[in-house]
T-cell receptor, first 116, second 111 residues
Framework: AQKITQTQPGMFVQEKEAVTLDCTYD???????LFWYKQPSSGEMIFLIY??????QNATEGRYSLNFQKARKSANLVISASQLGDSAMYFC?????????????FGRGTSLIVHP | NAGVTQTPKFQVLKTGQSMTLQCAQD?????MYWYRQDPGMGLRLIYY???????DKGEVPNGYNVSRLNKREFSLRLESAAPSQTSVYFC??????????FGPGTRLLVL
């Protein structure tokens, strides 16, 4: 079974609108971390945001926020006020605690296209 | 700081040839990783090194070997390249449990 599931292969959004990229995860370890990365067409992997399983508040970094719903095991990325430069692949990843030796597992990604 | 560097950026090999992908980081991280990225598959872990002197297999280790040369450098070797190893290879580093930082990637084509 996949540990990280990104069900949206592709998403489209109008410039300046908000968009939510879905990520669900599967773990039985109480200690884990969730990450989102952006991969533009140039190919590099850019770290966006991190949420720890014990963090009380949802993480935010500028226009990026993480909608963390622990009971549902979801960690959706919300991008507010989309910009053309947000067009890219987005990957969700998880590090599990001692049982998983904190080795990251990645989802298959969601392609986001921002229209002018 | 350069962060994580990888060489080469591009490589074309013939089936059966060998090559080594080089990776170095200047962030004094203990952990280093090698991933491959194929269309529609996300990133899959080949090998990782939790600390200098240790290496462990990831999800897809077959056909690869690694060497953690020192704290800075972690190389990936293909002993006998196969077309199935055509991919983009990423090296990453992190402090234990924390955010990974990635190199720019190596595009490998095996004919």
């Amino acid at each position: 079974a996949q540990k990280i599931t990104q069900t949206q292969p592709g998403m489209f959004v109008q410039e300046k609108e908000a968009v939510t990229l879905d990520c669900t995860y599967d773990t039985s370890d109480p200690s884990y971390g969730l990450f989102w990365y952006k991969q533009p067409s140039s190919g590099e992997m850019i770290f966006l945001i991190y949420q720890g399983s014990y963090d009380q508040q949802n993480a935010t970094e500028g226009r990026y926020s993480l909608n963390f719903q622990k009971a549902r095991k979801s960690a959706n990325l919300v991008i507010s006020a989309s910009q053309l430069g947000d067009s890219a692949m987005y990957f969700c990843a998880m590090r599990e605690g001692p049982g998983g030796s904190y080795i990251p597992t990645f989802g298959r990604g969601t392609s986001l296209i921002v229209h002018p | 700081n350069a962060g994580v560097t990888q060489t080469p950026k591009f490589q074309v090999l013939k089936t059966g040839q060998s090559m080594t992908l080089q990776c170095a980081q200047d962030m004094n991280h203990n952990s280093m990783y090698w991933y491959r990225q194929d269309p529609g598959m996300g990133l899959r872990l080949i090998y990782y090194s939790a600390s200098e002197g240790t290496t462990d297999k990831g999800e897809v280790p077959n056909g690869y070997n690694v060497s953690r040369l020192n704290k800075r450098e972690f190389s990936l070797r293909l002993e006998s390249a196969a077309p199935s190893q055509t991919s983009v290879y990423f090296c990453a580093s992190s402090e234990y449990q924390k955010t990974q930082y990635f190199g720019p990637g190596t595009r490998l084509l095996v004919l």
